[in-house]
């Protein structure tokens, strides 16, 4: 088992490059795959104090290397210096009672408690996985039970007898008892450990399909993807959602004049400031080219009502804008349009809307956002040019 762990943990890290902690699990069952080895040297060979102390280092080693890839996997920084001296001090441990009393409580305690010590350390570290869920929960109850396992081993190893000597235990039914339990509880670990690093490998697999390679934001695949939900938010919750589509003005110059490298220069930066405009809760999306759209929720304006978060947004990005360009750059403006979701509406008829609205403020001179109200609000009202500063103030 431990050696299927570590050709899995291994596909894993080669697979997906930004899985460090795979790497790291992948060490962990290693170490654990020795473990039994030593065991059946000591069984079949005259170098027994050898691979008693052997198969008791690579163990500890084992699930402290699984405490720092739980670490790696939860997004901090390894501790794996902390972690050496935990193994360090454990073997010193091991030689400090190796002439002691096989049996007694006060051996079999010491014996155990750098495993219950490590086992604790990969519970902290599972506790800080930002991944809540099922699975988290079973691992946290898994090296919990682990952690009390160790606790309990010395009450077992007195109770049916450890050996006289590490031969005679690797013949005792303690020792069948002892590793059997310790195997299925790392084994049951180490599937939930496979099933959160494949998880999150696939997560971050269709984060990097719906994100734009340039600007770093969603694209239209991932827009396709999460616009449904918030649809679906709004119509339960009886909230608006507003769809702002604006496209760069006179894009092609800056690209004809100053090149394409300045171009996406310029894209990058205008991503950066829709981030920066934007609260958490709204989607900006590249929709391609020059091209962008954010879907924003509403739940304070009536549905008629001009000034909504998405008109006020829109405002601020103009504004934003009159400072955006470097000096010796053309000035950038932007032209766009906001619609509001009509309940049962589907999500190209939503961004078609707003697109046909863009175009209208293209052909009425660029550098405005025109609203869907236009039909009952006189076009001098929604249109944003000269006067955005005068509304907006």
Same mark, same amino acid.
């Given at each position: 088992?431990?050696?299927?762990?570590?050709?899995?943990? #291994?596909?894993v890290a080669v697979s997906y490059p930004r899985q460090r902690a795979a790497a790291w699990f992948m060490g962990s069952y290693f170490l654990g795959f020795?473990?039994?080895?030593?065991?059946?040297?000591?069984?079949?060979?005259?170098?027994?104090?050898?691979?008693?102390?052997?198969?008791?280092?690579?163990?500890?080693?084992?699930?402290?290397?699984?405490?720092?890839?739980?670490?790696?996997?939860? #997004?901090?920084?390894?501790?794996?210096?902390?972690?050496?001296?935990?193994?360090?001090?454990?073997?010193?441990?091991?030689?400090?009672?190796? #002439?002691?009393?096989?049996?007694?409580?006060?051996?079999?305690?010491?014996?155990?408690?750098?495993?219950?010590?490590?086992?604790?350390?990969?519970?902290?570290?599972?506790?800080?996985?930002?991944?809540?869920?099922?699975?988290?929960?079973?691992?946290?109850?898994?090296?919990?039970?682990?952690?009390?396992?160790?606790?309990?081993?010395?009450?077992?190893?007195?109770?049916?007898?450890?050996?006289?000597?590490?031969?005679?235990?690797?013949?005792?039914?303690?020792?069948?008892?002892?590793?059997?339990?310790?195997?299925?509880?790392?084994?049951?670990?180490?599937?939930?450990?496979?099933?959160?690093?494949?998880?999150?490998?696939?997560?971050?697999?269709?984060?990097?399909?719906?994100?734009? !390679?340039?600007?770093?934001?969603?694209?239209?695949?991932?827009?396709?993807?999460?616009?449904?939900?918030?649809?679906?938010?709004?119509?339960?919750?009886?909230?608006?959602?507003?769809?702002?589509?604006?496209?760069?003005?006179?894009?092609?110059?800056?690209?004809?004049?100053?090149?394409?490298?300045? #171009?996406?220069?310029?894209?990058?930066?205008?991503?950066?400031?829709?981030?920066?405009?934007?609260?958490?809760?709204?989607?900006?999306?590249?929709?391609?080219?020059?091209e962008f759209a954010l879907l924003v929720p509403d739940g304070e304006s009536a549905p008629d009502a001009i000034d909504n978060r998405a008109t006020r947004?829109?405002?601020?990005?103009?504004?934003?804008?009159?400072?955006?360009?470097? !000096?010796?750059?053309?000035?950038?403006?932007?032209?766009?349009?906001?619609?509001?979701?009509?309940?049962?509406?589907?999500?190209?008829?939503?961004?078609?809307?707003?697109?046909?609205?863009?175009?209208?403020?293209?052909?009425?001179?660029?550098?405005?956002?025109?609203?869907?109200?236009?039909?009952?609000? !006189?076009?001098?009202?929604?249109?944003? !040019?000269?006067t955005a500063r005068l509304v907006a103030g």
């Amino acid at each position: 088992m431990a050696a299927l762990f570590v050709m899995t943990y #291994g596909v894993v890290a080669v697979s997906y490059p930004r899985q460090r902690a795979a790497a790291w699990f992948m060490g962990s069952y290693f170490l654990g795959f020795l473990t039994p080895v030593c065991e059946l040297m000591i069984r079949f060979t005259d170098h027994v104090p050898i691979f008693s102390l052997l198969g008791y280092a690579v163990f500890l080693g084992g699930i402290l290397m699984m405490s720092v890839g739980v670490q790696a996997f939860a #997004g901090r920084r390894p501790a794996w210096r902390f972690a050496l001296l935990v193994w360090i001090a454990g073997i010193a441990l091991r030689l400090a009672i190796w #002439g002691g009393a096989r049996g007694s409580m006060p051996y079999e305690m010491l014996f155990q408690l750098p495993f219950a010590i490590a086992s604790f350390l990969v519970l902290l570290a599972v506790r800080r996985i930002g991944q809540k869920g099922l699975i988290r929960g079973l691992l946290m109850g898994i090296f919990s039970i682990i952690c009390g396992h160790f606790l309990a081993k010395p009450f077992l190893a007195i109770s049916l007898g450890s050996g006289a000597s590490a031969k005679v235990y690797a013949n005792s039914v303690y020792a069948v008892a002892s590793q059997v339990s310790t195997g299925v509880l790392l084994v049951a670990a180490g599937l939930c450990l496979m099933l959160l690093v494949i998880q999150k490998a696939l997560e971050e697999s269709i984060l990097d399909a719906e994100t734009d !390679p340039l600007t770093k934001l969603t694209n239209r695949r991932g827009l396709n993807r999460i616009a449904p939900r918030l649809m679906a938010e709004a119509e339960r919750d009886g909230r608006g959602l507003y769809v702002l589509v604006l496209d760069l003005d006179h894009f092609k110059r800056i690209n004809d004049d100053y090149g394409h490298a300045t #171009g996406d220069a310029v894209l990058v930066a205008f991503a950066r400031l829709l981030e920066t405009l934007a609260t958490r809760d709204v989607l900006t999306v590249r929709m391609g080219g020059e091209e962008f759209a954010l879907l924003v929720p509403d739940g304070e304006s009536a549905p008629d009502a001009i000034d909504n978060r998405a008109t006020r947004l829109g405002r601020s990005i103009r504004v934003a804008l009159e400072s955006f360009m470097d !000096p010796g750059m053309p000035r950038l403006t932007v032209s766009g349009g906001v619609v509001r979701y009509i309940k049962g509406e589907a999500l190209d008829g939503l961004v078609a809307r707003a697109d046909q609205l863009a175009y209208r403020a293209k052909r009425a001179g660029r550098d405005r956002i025109l609203h869907d109200r236009s039909d009952v609000v !006189p076009e001098r009202n929604i249109v944003w !040019p000269e006067t955005a500063r005068l509304v907006a103030g």
